[in-house]
């Protein structure tokens, strides 16, 4: 009979986990990353990083940013030397989402744009991250919220 | 983006860490459910729930990669997504009542040897839906409904799986890569959510009646949850 009420406690003990992780993952109690990023305001354009004569902008749209929609994602780079590769990395921060990374090609004088799709979340949340890499070297980040 | 070889290995792995950092969080709790309700314990129901669910995503990646067009298929498809959503949510619902014996209308259906008011196929499996107990047949096809719930880490993966479709040299060969792609997603997913049903089997063994009344309440509240999204997924 002991043996019985042990196991039942593990099982509660496994459901109530199972419940949290579910209920948290609903209410977004783990949403803010722990690296300091620049967040896009509601323009959905800013400057993502500045470092003396260096400027990395990114702009997303069309605007309002919206999942399930075909998003362009334009980056304008000033003081960088020209990047053999640019690519953004999508993720959304405190879940795991998949690789939704993508190369941007370059469109204009130091301006490169790629496209790609935010997927929804059925949890609700609507926090997203976006990086910047350069070459596998320089990686800026974004943080920016959909719709 | 990717080359040909590795975008095979990202799929398998983007399914093998997505599974650990995402399912387990997220589908743990329908294994969970419906452990409960598993007739037999062996790991046969926990394979063919698991191959439902991935048939559904290799479906939904050869249409992928068929079309090459996510948007024009995914929209089509998120009706059917969002119903599904709510009929779950609804099925949910009424497995976690009457579990908990908490569906007094259904007792005189569900209780008793005879259940002669029950005579056809559909209502036989109503009944034992609603009786807490699951025949190993009903799992493979359960999997494949539930695998169109709407996912934003599956979507992910055919979201990549449309991007390398549209560099297939043709239909039939983005049919076969989508369908791949997603297969090997699928797999990757599997370790995960195979281990969460097969521990909450083994510590229940012996706990399964102790455990109805908890399970039912659980299971109340996630259908709850299914059915309010689904609803407000149409808005």
């Known amino acids: 009979m002991k043996g019985t009420r042990k196991v039942a406690i593990l099982v509660a003990l496994v459901c109530v986990s199972l419940s949290v992780m579910f209920l948290a993952s609903r209410f977004q109690l783990n949403e803010e990353p722990a690296a300091p990023v620049a967040k896009v305001q509601d323009t959905q354009k800013a400057p993502a990083e500045t470092g003396g004569e260096k400027e990395l902008t990114l702009t997303i749209g069309p605007k309002p940013i919206q999942t399930m929609k075909l998003l362009s994602f334009r980056v304008q780079l000033t003081g960088y030397r020209e990047p053999e590769q640019l690519i953004v990395d999508l993720s959304m921060p405190g879940m795991v989402m998949g690789i939704n990374r993508f190369n941007l090609e370059k469109v204009d004088a130091n301006m490169y744009e790629g496209k790609s799709i935010i997927p929804t979340c059925s949890t609700g949340k609507t926090l997203w991250l976006a990086k910047v890499i350069i070459d596998h070297e320089i990686e800026k980040k974004v943080l920016f919220n959909v719709q | 983006m990717f080359n040909s070889d590795s975008i095979y290995l990202l799929m398998l792995a983007s399914g093998f860490l997505g599974g650990f950092g995402h399912c387990i969080g997220m589908c743990g709790p329908i294994v969970g459910s419906y452990c409960v309700l598993m007739e037999d314990r062996r790991f046969l129901p926990h394979l063919l729930y698991n191959y439902g669910r991935i048939t559904t995503y290799v479906l939904l990646g050869g249409l992928l990669g068929y079309s090459g067009a996510f948007l024009g298929t995914v929209q089509t498809l998120q009706v059917f997504q969002k119903a599904v959503m709510i009929i779950a949510g609804v099925v949910i619902i009424l497995m976690g009542l009457g579990l908990g ?131 407000k997924s149409i808005n």
């Open chain 2, 101 to 231: 014996g908490w569906l007094p209308f259904l007792q005189p259906l569900i209780g008793g040897s005879g259940g002669g008011r029950f005579t056809t196929l559909f209502s036989g499996w109503v009944k034992n839906i609603f009786s807490g107990k699951l025949p190993v047949a009903a799992f493979y096809p359960m999997g494949i409904v539930l695998g169109f719930i709407p996912c934003g880490l599956v979507y992910t993966a055919l979201i990549t799986t449309a991007r390398a479709a549209m560099e297939a040299e043709n239909e039939l060969t983005g049919l076969l890569q989508g369908g791949l792609l997603m297969l090997l997603f699928g797999l990757g997913t599997l370790p995960a959510l195979l281990l969460v049903g097969r521990f909450i089997n083994i510590i229940s063994l012996k706990m399964r009646e102790n455990l109805y009344k908890l399970s039912a309440v659980f299971m109340v509240i996630m259908g709850i949850i299914f059915l309010v999204n689904g609803i």
